[in-house]
């Protein structure tokens, strides 16, 4: 074992009911524990699986916040997510045993390593954990096919109102705060992953604080008017 890798017990992990199927008893408890033996650290910028590596592990970010990127024929970096603590990162990888984009770090970040033949080996035995297993990975392709529909439909003001949204949500079920979240990612992250310009994404924040919906101060987003945002988005889908 290197410095890197530190042995943590998921049964006193307080993103437990978040990654871990609840209900589980303490001695199934105790297998994952044993499978999920090692936490990485990942320095901010840093790279925690590239694109075309071997698929091994699926990853539970425990603290820290990263984007899946994919690189284009012309150079440039798509963004295809960003995913934060409580999250599981790595299921691209299961399809044909290759990591199909980059997850880079855009803070300093730790990681559960979970080597996924072993997941699948314990999933085996305990349903709890299978039917856990099958409930992520079919969440995030809900989550995907909803972040194509937004892309192939909605106008600028409508995708970023449901990315912030998504993302306060996404925070709120991890304990913070309904209106007020600090961006990790840079305008230009945003505008990658919501298929935007740059100046695109900076014109709406601007529309949305003008229009009294947000307060934006650098990175520090506070949302004044949820169901401003919420008729922006619903307004579209009634649209169709």
């Given at each position: ?14 993103l ?10 303490e001695q ?44 284009t ?6 963004v ?41 080996e ?28 937004l ?51 900076s ?38």
């Open positions: 074992m290197n410095p890197q890798t530190i042995k943590v017990a998921c049964s006193n992990c307080n437990r009911e978040l990654c871990m199927p609840v209900g589980l008893n199934q408890l105790q297998r994952i524990d044993d499978i999920v033996a090692v936490r990485r650290k990942i320095k901010r910028g840093g790279t925690l699986f590239r694109n075309g590596e071997s698929f091994t592990s699926l990853y539970a970010i425990r603290t820290g916040f990263f984007k899946t990127c994919v690189a024929e012309d150079g440039r970096d798509q295809t997510g960003f995913q934060m603590a409580g999250e599981i990162i790595g299921l691209d990888g299961i399809v044909n045993d290759h990591h199909t984009c980059d997850a880079v770090a855009l803070e300093d970040a730790e990681v559960c390593v979970m080597p996924f033949d072993r997941i699948e314990l999933s085996r035995e305990v349903t709890a954990l299978q039917h856990h297993v099958h409930k992520i990975m079919s969440r995030e392709i809900v989550r995907e096919h909803g972040v194509m529909l892309l192939g439909s909605m106008r600028a003001e409508e995708r970023l109102a449901a990315f912030l949204l998504n993302l306060v949500q996404r925070l709120h079920a991890r304990g913070f705060s309904q209106s007020e979240l600090v961006l990790r990612m840079t305008r230009e992250e945003i505008g990658s992953y919501l298929g935007l310009k740059l100046e695109t994404v014109r709406t924040f601007s529309k949305f604080v003008e229009d009294g919906t947000v307060e934006v101060k650098q990175r520090h987003v506070r949302i004044l008017d949820t169901e401003a945002l919420k008729r922006i988005v619903n307004n579209q889908q009634a649209c169709h």
